[in-house]
């Protein structure tokens, strides 16, 4: 008797984690959403509603509710900018995220932002590399900071961090920003590097057009 219980008991335990996985068919419906056509999602406590053209991508690490989650992933494509262009090199990946107050956006401060630009060296493109310790031999890990505080305080000074080596330069930037009660975090490759300004700022723009009241 005592087996045929824990079995139950296990097996329950089992059947409560029981889900589709992440991004199947399945787990994107249970969120409401359908891609190729125009989908409605919350995150934290702002809503979006994204065009049938943009496929999207959600998570949720805690109970699955229809329209909501905690983080919104798109892909955005900026073919447009460079040649001889792959479809893994010129699409941007875009997060929205919501982790309440404990956001990993806070971890560059404006303080720290404001003294790197007079610090750093400005690049060619019209970044401001910063200088970071990497191993011997090389590097593997460059930080810019992105100064579009006057085009667009919200976004600000943004701080891009990139990997990469010496042979082959710049393989992939991130950087993330508040946007009211969400992060927007932005994923861009190398070759995009020399056209940031142009990615984030358009980036920003897409998302506020699918952001409704």
């Known amino acids: ?65 229809k ?50 630009i007079l610090t750093g060296n400005k690049t060619n493109s019209g970044l401001i590399e910063l200088p970071v310790e990497g191993p011997a031999g090389g590097w593997s890990f460059k930080r810019f900071i992105a100064p579009l505080e006057e085009e ?10 990139c990997s990469g080596v010496p042979e082959t330069g710049v393989n992939q930037c991130w950087g993330g920003y508040r946007k009211g009660t969400i992060d927007i975090w932005i994923f861009l490759s190398g070759r995009l590097l020399p056209y940031w300004r142009q990615v984030i700022l358009r980036t920003d723009q897409e998302i506020e057009s699918m952001i409704r009241e």
């Open 1 to 65: 008797m005592r087996i045929v219980f824990l079995f139950i008991f296990f097996s329950g335990l089992v059947g409560c984690d029981d889900r589709p996985l992440v991004n199947s068919k399945e787990y994107l419906e249970l969120h409401g959403i359908v891609n190729g056509k125009e989908n409605f999602i919350e995150v934290g406590k702002t809503k979006f509603t994204i065009p049938s053209e943009i496929n999207v991508q959600v998570e949720t690490y805690g109970e699955i509710k």
């Open 67 to 116: 329209g909501k989650a905690d983080v919104l992933r798109l892909y955005l494509d900026y073919s447009n900018l460079i040649e001889d262009w792959s479809s893994s090199s010129s699409r941007v990946r875009v997060e929205v995220r919501h982790f309440g107050d404990n956001s990993h956006t806070k971890s560059d401060g404006e303080a720290n932002k404001k003294t790197s």
């Open 152 to 161: 667009d305080p919200e976004v600000g000074n943004l701080v891009l961090n």
